[in-house]
Each structure stands twice: as structure tokens, then as C-alpha cells.
């Protein structure tokens, strides 16, 4: 017996399965983002969307502003960790999970974020008056 096998193209999108992630046990849905975890630079949101990369919900069809759920807020050894769902507003089907880091590390403050939907990024602040990174020598 012959079997056949079907490329992603070939099979109907009512039978089409859905790019889904887990991320401590919550699934995340790629087909909802134009852009998986995309490059933000230095921006690290605490709270938010970033719309610009929804598509709208794979499941009800929707493009809409986004509910935020389950947001905890936790320390652990000196840094702070916020984490929250992105659920779409009108079937609550979970688009992405945000978590957002915050710690002291020397003289500088460091920042990360990492979602599906906002992207990751990461940014060093001095709390210095003047930045030591940005002194240039005199001699």
C-alpha cells in the first residue's frame, strides 16, 4: 500500500493547524502575530501591546484590543519579574504570554522583556549621574 503525503500548502485551512507555543504551561498562538518575538532593541514594555504586530485572533477572526490577565508580580533574588497573558478581547483565546524582568545589577539597572506577541528586547541604564560607558579618557 501507497501512502500519500500532503505539503502544508495542500491541506484545506479548515484542517490547517495552528502554530501553538507553551510557555509555563500556557499555550501562545503564532498564528495571531504577524511576527514571532520580535526584535524590539531596547524597548521593554511593563504593561501593554504592541498591537503593530496582531493580526487579529486565529480563532474568532477579530482584530481587537487585547485583554491583560493573570499580571503577578514576583522578586526573586533582587529582580522583578511581571508576567501576564494577552487574551483576545472578544473569545479570550490566549494570544501570548508578556514577562517583563527588572534588577540591579552593579551601577546599572537591566531590563528584558520576552513575548510572543511584544517581542524581546533588553536595555542597560546607569544609575550614575554620568554613565561611566559613556566617559572618554583625558590622557
Same mark, same amino acid.
Given at each position: ?10 491541506? +484545506? ?7 501553538? @507555543?507553551?510557555?509555563?504551561c500556557v499555550a501562545m498562538c503564532g498564528d495571531?502575530?504577524? /511576527? ?24 474568532? +477572526? /477579530? ?7 493573570n499580571k503577578s508580580l514576583k522578586e526573586e ?14 473569545c479570550h483565546h490566549v494570544i501570548a504570554r ?9 551601577? @546599572? ?29 583625558? @590622557?
Amino acid at each position: 500500500m501507497r501512502r500519500l503525503s500532503l505539503s502544508s500548502r495542500e491541506v +484545506s485551512s479548515s484542517r490547517k493547524q495552528r502554530r501553538n @507555543f507553551s510557555v509555563n504551561c500556557v499555550a501562545m498562538c503564532g498564528d495571531c502575530v504577524e /511576527k514571532e518575538y520580535p526584535n524590539r532593541g531596547n524597548i521593554c514594555l511593563e504593561n501593554g501591546s504592541f498591537l503593530l504586530n496582531f493580526i487579529g485572533c486565529a480563532v474568532c +477572526s /477579530k482584530r481587537d484590543f487585547m485583554l491583560i490577565t493573570n499580571k503577578s508580580l514576583k522578586e526573586e533574588d533582587g529582580e522583578e519579574i511581571v508576567t501576564y497573558d494577552h487574551l483576545c478581547r472578544n473569545c479570550h483565546h490566549v494570544i501570548a504570554r508578556h514577562e517583563y524582568t527588572f534588577s540591579i545589577m552593579d551601577e @546599572f539597572q537591566e531590563y528584558t522583556m520576552l513575548c510572543l506577541l511584544c517581542g524581546k528586547a533588553e536595555d542597560t541604564i546607569s544609575i550614575l549621574p554620568d554613565d561611566p560607558r559613556q566617559m572618554t579618557l583625558l @590622557f
